[in-house]
């Protein structure tokens, strides 16, 4: 078992985080009402999410939810001018809507390789210019646990004091029990983030970064309701958790970052008093990074 993984093995601890902070005014809302009144204690910025200046002021005012980098490398916008990372981006900024072709230029590509270290760093520039402390780095669809990506992360940890990492570990058989739908994705991405995984723990461990045990969400994207939740949680063997969702409130005009009703139904289940319980009766603390890592 790798070294690095962050283990309590007195308590059990679980990080709830919602991902897209700064996506829109929505998003932010959702956050910070499932942080409030539910069981959230973590999220993820999107530096240059069209609402991510609102999402850093609301930081500012609730100190206790742990704030980490959501690294946008598709599906959204560069910190760097076009002209700057001309491989990256089209000509108003916008990465690639498709993972697949991103992910295929940025490990074959020599140019593309040298942009993405300067797009990296620069969003992990403005992060550190917001003030606020940096609890983790994940990224938008699981791009950063692309071996090009993580392998920039960690050249750059010691310089933005980047101490854990976000490894996508679920197991398929247990997701499949209780949902089955989207079965094909599920076998696909188990095959596909299990691969990632097991290189990122020997480059996280080699490098003393940190990294869950298990993290939840990936196999049911979209999906993360109070059903799931609650026959997920006591299943789980493992003693640090991060379960992570896409918590959102629909407002007229704004962008969606999921279906039109899957950021209030991952909502309500933030929100559920039975999920506070399961996981209560289950020896679960609830905590973020900042806290574990302070042990």
Request: aromatic share 6%.
């Amino acid at each position: 078992m790798p070294n690095n993984q962050v283990i309590l093995r007195s308590h059990r601890h679980i990080i709830i985080n919602g991902d897209d902070f700064g996506f829109s005014s929505g998003v932010n809302q959702a956050i910070i009402k499932a942080h409030e009144q539910g069981v959230l204690t973590s999220t993820s910025l999107m530096v240059t999410g069209e609402a991510a200046q609102e999402a850093i002021a609301l930081a500012r005012t609730h100190p206790n939810l742990a704030i980490g980098l959501h690294l946008v490398l598709v599906c959204g916008r560069a910190v760097l001018l076009p002209d700057q990372i001309p491989h990256l981006v089209d000509s108003i900024g916008n990465f690639s809507d498709s993972p697949l072709q991103a992910g295929l230029r940025y490990q074959f590509h020599r140019a593309t390789r040298e942009e993405l270290r300067h797009e990296i760093r620069a969003q992990l520039a403005k992060f550190r210019e917001s003030g606020l402390s940096l609890s983790h780095v994940d990224g938008h669809l699981h791009l950063h646990a692309h071996p090009v990506i993580l392998n920039i992360l960690v050249e750059l940890a010691q310089e933005f004091d980047i101490r854990v990492i976000r490894l996508p570990s679920e197991e398929l058989a247990m997701t499949l029990k209780l949902d089955r739908r989207g079965l094909l994705n599920k076998l696909v991405w188990s095959g596909v983030f299990g691969g990632l995984r097991r290189y990122g723990e020997g480059l996280l461990t080699s490098h003393g970064i940190s990294f869950a045990q298990r993290v939840y969400g990936l196999l049911q994207t979209g999906n993360m309701t109070e059903e799931y939740l609650l026959g997920l949680i006591p299943q789980i063997q493992a003693d640090l958790v991060e379960i992570y969702s896409h918590p959102a409130l629909v407002h007229t005009g704004e962008p969606l970052n999921g279906s039109l009703s899957a950021g209030e139904t991952e909502l309500a289940a933030l929100l559920s008093e039975q999920v506070r319980q399961v996981l209560v009766s289950n020896g679960f603390e609830l905590t973020n990074y900042v806290t574990v890592n302070r042990f």
